[in-house]
């Protein structure tokens, strides 16, 4: 059987997969089974942030687990504790950091946060969570019924009860009430749209927050780790969030997963745990990414990345205004509205055709997350083959 006849028999179909097999990357090109080459403009939905098969990150893997890969957390794990230090340090923020293994996990860390933050404060037990109309926090059944997003909350329920969900940012303060116990939000939805806060309304709404003692918690899970530029978006935004949840790119493909608090003491032994979460493996590489983007955060080559990628993204859209209707996003996260659905679909397909793998977000835009060591010629390469595939709409 062939790869595609066994994933059909053995693997369940949770995922509409596009028909190609890629087998070997370097950087932002990969490889497909029949030998056709690609530039990837979507680093594995934001994952894999500094490159395909990047050497160093290989090289730091290949030596810790040449020695240990995993003893749990019932004991110290050096790479955490370092890790955990580059990652508090970069934020800017005073807190410490849970180790979890994805997106979701961490998102419920902060939820647990959030939950036992409000039963503590006060005479009243808090509980309510608010979050916004086409958000995404995850795929567990309490990340989903964080999501507020109506057609994911089909099928799973009974979910568990709390969450609140705000039509857009300047809505979110009407909603708090006295068991509000937290605010969970992405500066920049993600699988929502590519859609930037604006941040007057988010520095606005944190400010009134902290006034009435409810948590602000940032979803950095796709906008983390220096994809907008800076480290976080909450730094791009100048708030100073109580929790920030981070995932996809820290671990350089390698699955990791944090969530970080001021609230240092909320948590004592037992209250939260994982089995797997920042062990030898996804810690020794978030360590050596974590050095990898800040060495080019200090030197500005990550800064003339954004710049000389945004500078092409900007002629391309404006050779099509027929097709693309807006240019959004920040930094490395960033997308073109599309004119309609379908159009955005058959642009998907083409891409692939001429070589070029890209992303869809919401119903109507094009998503494009590069590695953010991509270079100019992979740059440049990229929209030649995404030219021909919108000319040839
Ligand atoms: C991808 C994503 C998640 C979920 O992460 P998983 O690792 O798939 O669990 C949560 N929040 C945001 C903003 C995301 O982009």
Known sequence: MNIKELDKKYVLPTYARADVEFVSGDNARLVDSEGKKYIDFASGIAVVSVGHANKRVNNAICKQLSNLTHTSNLYYIAPQARVAKKIVEASGYDMKCFFANSGAEANEGAIKIARKFGERDGEIKRYKVITLQHSFHGRTITTVKATGQEKMHNY????PDGFVYADNIEHVASLVDDHTCAVMLELVQGEGGVEPLDKVAVQKLAKFLKSKSVLLMIDEVQTGVYRTGKFLASNYYEIEPDVVTLAKGLGGGVPIGVVMTTLKELFSAGDHGSTFGGNF????????????????????????????????????YAAHKDIFTSKVGIGMMCGLRVRDADTLNKIVSNAREEGAI????????????????????????????????????
């Open 156 to 159: 799973f329920g009974p979910y």
């Open 281 to 316: 493996l996804s810690t020794t590489a978030a360590c050596e990414v974590m050095d990898i983007l800040s060495e080019m955060d200090e030197n500005r080559e990550l800064q003339k990345g954004i710049d000389y990628f945004d500078s092409e993204l900007e002629k391309f």
């Open 358 to 393: 890209v992303l869809k977000a919401g119903r109507d835009t094009l998503r494009l997350l590069p590695a953010l060591t991509i270079t100019k010629e992979e740059v440049d390469e990229g929209f030649e083959s995404l030219n021909r595939a919108v000319s040839s709409l």
